[in-house]
């Protein structure tokens, strides 16, 4: 198998071979931009290595591959109109540089960029290819909009938010491996074992963020530590404090939540500290270590080369080591 | 074949069996939503008329049809958030009656959606209909970044504005019938003639379109007429008015067009005043006449039933003669 490293640069040469330079510039610049601000590829990336499992030709992967990737973008450029973010991968986000009516109107022709190249797939499974793609395309907006509606309500529970970023997140980096197996002939078995594996994999991957967006360090992070506690957004590590927390611990943190004045280098440092004292860290921690021991147990018992368990191990060893 | 009328009874009693009635309620109630808005349903209705040319079996195209009704409907949500549209149909919008953020998401789901019901056709022709279908939906994409890109420009000719709405509206209609005619197993020939028609046809509607909402009579119009005057919209009768307007009635044109403050009543009389006397109102008529007479021409030399032939006719002079 090719490293991780030669995978995302065959997913770099092949998104520099999509050909955006042509009218209406207004419409397909913003997609050439948006694609080209690269990120970790981590979707594209195991797609190609999934299919690599089951035959040499992980070429046959590389549309689908890139579809996915599409795909995300897509999703990214409508959060930013959606959240009003500016900033992206220390970029300007579409929104930002251009115009939220440009965030749509590219983001909707990303969509359909992204149905096109997954319909240059040529394999025999070219149908459960497409329903996979199609069924985590609505999860992603389901999980969207989980994740608008909590915004406002007060009781979300940790299962709720789990499920919210199973389908917000995790369920893409399963398409991308399980459509990926798919096109390089695994069979159902391998291919939902795969699936399970990336799904418990991202939802580790997305409570390592939570963490990282509030523990982490900001040199390495690449962005403003506290960005969730300044907005009260409920994460899991925010949910638990509020289970975990006693009496005065309760009512410090609901200050804080109340406080849209407060200094953010205060609020950011409070909170923090309410996060250690409750056990709220700690149980995010141990929940985030859980979901990887579990993907890591589905890699041990499936029915492919050491290989490729090795790789798929290593992958997950670093999406957890990971600073940024 | 079964009339326009039970056509369009087929296809609302397949919208009433798409199911929208799950959680999260805030993406699928606004799909529910605009889906039973109604409308003239013309684009799924001439997809089975046109697959009922080749078979009897017209069912074969139902989901296709939903599926082009479906997009349609996306394409409506999208651009009512881009123009800041509060009314459609005489019914709010989608983003009046929620906010953008719906808009766009429920939005997306339903382009999503429209994949899904494509992707159910069983025909020999599927990757053709999916790629025709992929290929129309990117063009309406340009058609509206198109149509947003004139609202900065001064100098857009009657060709860019024709190609425009070729791309904004005439593409989707000739979809629906080549999509229907391929599920329905017309050959290539019989489907590139039926595209040809109702692109033409597709073009005589909007600028019949333009001529309503100038012309029209504001009771059967349903909505008020003068929008696109106040909105200095450059439509083919604008863009002719300038090019055939002498001195005196280009100045008086102008000052219209750059008076921010005046009063409606007043604005749209005296320019609608100005397209007949310049004789942009006939010159648009005439072309529209003329797209209309290219369209029956193509239907008379196709190679189909006498009955199919009269059907489309009647449908094209219908369409002429609508007065909303």
Not at 47 to 53: P, V
Not at 171 to 178: D, N, R, T
Not at 187 to 206: C, H, M, P, V, W
Request: hydrophobic share 40%.
């Amino acid at each position: 198998m090719l490293s991780i490293e030669r995978l995302r640069e065959e997913i770099e040469k092949g998104i520099g071979e999509l050909a955006f330079k042509r009218e209406p510039f207004g419409l397909y610049e913003p997609i050439e931009y948006s694609m080209s601000l690269g990120g970790k590829r981590l979707r594209p990336v195991m797609c190609l290595a999934a299919c690599s499992l089951f035959t040499d030709n992980y070429e046959k992967a590389m549309s689908a591959a890139l579809a996915i990737e599409m795909f995300h973008n897509f999703t990214l450029l409508h959060d930013d109109v959606m959240d009003k973010a500016d900033i992206r991968r220390n970029q300007p986000t579409v929104v930002a540089k251009w115009d939220a009516n440009t965030a749509i109107l590219s983001g909707d022709e990303m969509l359909i960029e992204s149905y096109k190249l997954l319909a240059k797939t040529d394999c025999p499974a070219f149908s459960l290819v497409m329903s996979t793609f199609s069924e985590t395309a609505t999860e992603v907006c389901e999980g969207q909009q989980y994740d608008m509606d909590f915004e406002t309500r007060d009781n979300v529970s940790l299962e709720e938010y789990m499920e919210m970023i199973r389908l917000k997140t995790a369920v893409l980096l399963g398409c991308a491996m399980k459509i990926g197996a798919l096109i390089g002939g695994g069979n159902a078995r391998d291919t939902e074992n795969l699936y399970k594996y990336s799904i418990d994999l991202g939802l580790a991957f997305q409570l390592q963020d939570d963490l990282l967006d509030t523990f982490g360090d900001e040199k390495t992070f690449g962005k403003a530590i506290g960005g969730d506690i300044m907005e009260n957004k409920k994460t899991y590590l925010l949910i638990s404090a509020m289970q975990m927390a006693n009496a005065e611990q309760k009512d410090e943190l609901t200050k804080w939540l109340g406080d849209a004045d407060a200094p953010r280098e205060q609020k950011v440092a409070a909170v923090k500290a309410i996060f250690e004292a409750t056990g709220a860290k700690k149980a995010t921690e141990a929940k985030m270590e859980q979901l990887y021991e579990k993907a890591m147990m589905t890699l041990r018992e499936m029915d492919i080369s050491a290989e490729g368990k090795r790789f798929f191990a290593d992958f997950g060893d670093k999406l957890m080591k990971r600073k940024r």
